[in-house]
């Protein structure tokens, strides 16, 4: 059995009395005296070293362990919307003009993971302004009193898409009337503008993804199962790479409330160095990991805001048990976007 801080507490105060008693007797003490200080010092040292052993001992051993099924908070007979999501490792473009953020990380729904690696590069450019954008962040929609199951998914394990001087090149995309010149030139005439020579690269190495989760704010939840943490002793709720953990929710009050990487609060959860041995600090919020749920009245349907065609919840199993998996692009009002002011 491991030994827990309490077990220890009687022994260090013991020791410290020795000390005290110790350091008074020196003050009068012979050579023999002085010889039997020395051992007990020496005893005391290794006492107070074990101690300390046997307290981070212990406290390894109360680490949370892994969450387990998922809590219901929600009432009896809630309808139920379920969402299957993933973070995943995608270079972020801010604007026309090729700035992007490598390191960049979204939300995504797992129907949309392919098209948004193959289209990321394109985000930017005008000619799609009036095209379903899904490099936005996520923004699921569900009505009051719903109960929210998300099946998240950690894929920072998996390789962002290609982005080289080529690709960042082609993300640039002039307005009538600009020039866009070669990498390098000069840039002198209005409404003239290069591409830089220099090679956007990618630091972060997925072979050492860290965890992560969602954590929603203002929703009922199980703290135990769904908090999207790894916090004092409760449950470690957050997905090691690769894994896939359920979040369940309850939607109890209208509102936009926000999620976020809870298994990173510090955006540091990487340290690379680039070539000249610069840390570069790479981490979830910074980089774009964050989106909200929109709770609308209970009586709320969704159309799309660019057709005005009615969006309905797929049918499930039986008319108490109805699935919907929404696309965030797809709803209306969905004003939140990544600019260039917000750096991600």
């Not at 095209?131 to 998914?153: A, H, M, Q, W, Y």
Request: with cysteine.
């Amino acid at each position: 059995m491991v030994a827990t801080p309490a077990d220890v507490t009687p022994l260090l105060l013991i020791l410290a009395f020795a000390a005290f008693v110790l350091v008074g007797a020196r003050r009068r003490s012979t050579w023999p005296v002085r010889l039997a200080l020395a051992a007990g010092a020496g005893l005391w040292i290794a006492l107070a070293g074990g101690a300390m052993w046997m307290v981070s001992q212990a406290t390894a051993a109360s680490l949370p362990p892994p969450a387990g099924t998922p809590g219901n908070p929600c009432v009896s007979g809630a309808p139920t919307k379920t969402f299957d999501v993933s973070l995943i490792n995608l270079p972020i473009f801010l604007n026309r003009f090729g700035d992007v953020v490598p390191e960049g990380r979204m939300y995504i729904l797992d129907s949309n993971i392919a098209t948004v690696r193959q289209n990321f590069a394109s985000a930017a450019d005008p000619s799609k302004a009036n095209v379903s954008d899904l490099i936005e962040p996520l923004t699921v929609r569900v009505n009051k009193g719903d109960c929210v199951t998300v099946n998240f998914t950690n894929r920072l394990n998996e390789e962002a898409p290609t982005l080289d001087r080529t690709v960042r090149d082609a993300a640039i995309y002039p307005l009538p009337g600009e020039i866009k010149k070669a990498p390098g030139s000069s840039t002198l005439d209005p409404r003239e503008f290069a591409p830089a020579l220099s090679a956007p690269k990618i630091d972060f190495d997925p072979t050492t993804a860290p965890n992560a989760s969602m954590h929603f704010d203002g929703l009922d939840y199980d703290v135990q199962t769904a908090d999207g943490t790894a916090v004092g002793r409760n449950p470690d709720s957050t997905a090691a790479p690769g894994a896939t953990i359920t979040y369940k929710l309850h939607a109890q009050a209208e509102g936009e409330y926000q999620f976020k990487d809870g298994a990173d609060f510090t955006s540091q959860q990487t340290r690379p160095t680039d070539a000249n041995g610069n840390v570069r600090f790479i981490g979830s919020h910074s980089f774009g990991a964050f989106g909200a749920i929109v709770v609308e009245p209970s009586d709320a349907t969704w159309v799309d805001s660019r057709t005005g065609e009615s969006i309905r919840p797929a049918p499930g199993p039986s008319s108490s048990d109805q699935t919907t998996r929404t696309s965030a692009s797809t709803c209306c009002s969905c004003t939140t976007r990544w600019r260039p002011s917000q750096g991600s």
